[in-house]
């Protein structure tokens, strides 16, 4: 298939570019560009890139593609804070209307980075499914909660919305994110020889290797239609739904001779949310994740060892939130997230 992949220069999108590629398929990325040259190690392999800001696409843009696997957007919740108006205007009112127009021009499958975080302050320690209620607590999951449902709306006999709901990534990917639970827990523990909890640990935070939710993608693309049209999946392994004190210690057996220490204190994020991922492996048996947390945490130490990673790295380069704040105050970028 011909597939426009949004988002190709990130975490997640350089990885799933290389998986669609190995898988057989056309890629084609588009992207702003945020995050290029934020790199841990060698740069990637990248397909040809449509250099564009999501909100300024074009119907021209899409004609010829068989399917798009969207993933740009402003791609947490702490980063959803930095300016709420600006993640509605991208994560939702731009994917909404690269929706249309997919319809528009004949594009059949839509693949939307949804998120668990839709089920936010779930209030429970029950495994969630599909059809539990949503409860998301930040403009990020807010915006990705209205968009599943303007896909829903768009489905109809020629094109195919599916909602990949992803738990929190984790895993090496050379555009590094450091933002995500594992990937920090990790590299404080390579770099200050300490894991830090600044919780009390007991939140629910269910965990998806990069590569395996880009299996996922790849799954879904290929599945026939009644198996995926207009639905809603959790991507993630129901043995990797963890609390965050026990991600600590999962990090504490993969680089030796590191400490634990739980602070306690109340971290201001009511996100908990424990995930039943059974209905994707029923509906796509061809997925099939294999990556566990610890397996994630120990190549992600060698990766850190590897490739030098430094505190200063961290946070110019690998928090999302930081980097976009640097590239504002240098005046490269405007306040609504437009390149000057
Ligand atoms: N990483 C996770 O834990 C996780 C979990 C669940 C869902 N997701 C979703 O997966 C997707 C990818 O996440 P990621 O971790 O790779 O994030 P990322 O920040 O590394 O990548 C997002 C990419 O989108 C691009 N982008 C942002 N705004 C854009 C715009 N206006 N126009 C064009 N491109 C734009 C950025 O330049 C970047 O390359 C996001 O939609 C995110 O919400 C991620």
Not at 5 to 24: C, F, I, N, R
Not at 169 to 197: H, K, Q, T, W
Not at 287 to 316: H, I, N, Q, V
């Amino acid at each position: 298939m011909r597939v426009l992949l949004t988002g190709s220069e990130g975490y997640l999108g350089t990885v799933m570019a290389e998986v669609l590629a190995e898988g057989g398929h056309d890629v084609v990325g588009l992207d702003s560009g945020y995050f290029i040259g934020a790199t841990l190690g060698p740069e990637p392999e990248r397909p040809p890139l449509i250099r564009r800001d999501l909100r300024d696409v074009s119907a021209e843009d899409l004609t010829g593609f068989d399917a798009i696997c969207h993933l740009a957007a402003l791609s947490n919740d702490p980063l959803g804070d930095l300016a709420p108006e600006v993640t509605y205007d991208i994560n939702h009112a731009a994917s909404t209307r690269l929706a249309r127009l997919a319809r528009d021009a004949g594009v059949r499958r839509f693949l939307y980075a949804s998120t668990c975080s839709v089920y936010g302050a779930s209030g429970t320690d029950e495994a969630l499914d599909e059809s539990a209620p949503l409860a998301p607590v930040t403009p990020y999951a807010e915006s990705k909660v209205r968009v599943e449902a303007d896909l829903h709306d768009l489905a109809d006999d020629d094109f195919e919305p599916v909602s990949l709901r992803n738990a929190t990534a984790f895993g090496f990917s050379p555009r590094l994110r450091a933002d995500i639970v594992l990937n920090d827990l990790v590299a404080s523990a390579v770099l200050d020889g300490e894991v830090v909890v600044r919780s009390d640990g007991t939140p629910w935070r269910p965990l998806v290797h990069a590569r395996d939710i880009a299996e996922a993608f790849l799954s879904c693309l290929e599945a026939p239609r009644e198996a995926v049209h207009d639905q809603a999946f959790n991507v993630g392994m129901d043995s990797e739904n963890r609390r965050i004190a026990d991600i600590a210690e999962v990090v504490a057996e993969a680089v030796p001779g590191v400490a634990v220490r739980i602070t306690g204190e109340f971290g201001g994020d009511p996100r908990s949310y424990r995930v039943d991922f059974g209905r994707i492996s029923r509906a796509v048996p061809t997925f099939k994740p294999t990556w566990s947390t610890l397996d994630g945490a120990r190549e992600l130490a060698d990766a850190y060892r590897r490739f030098g990673l430094t505190r200063p790295m961290l946070r110019e380069r690998f928090t999302r939130l930081a980097r976009l704040r640097r590239l504002q105050e240098e005046g490269r970028l405007a306040e609504d997230l437009r390149w000057r």
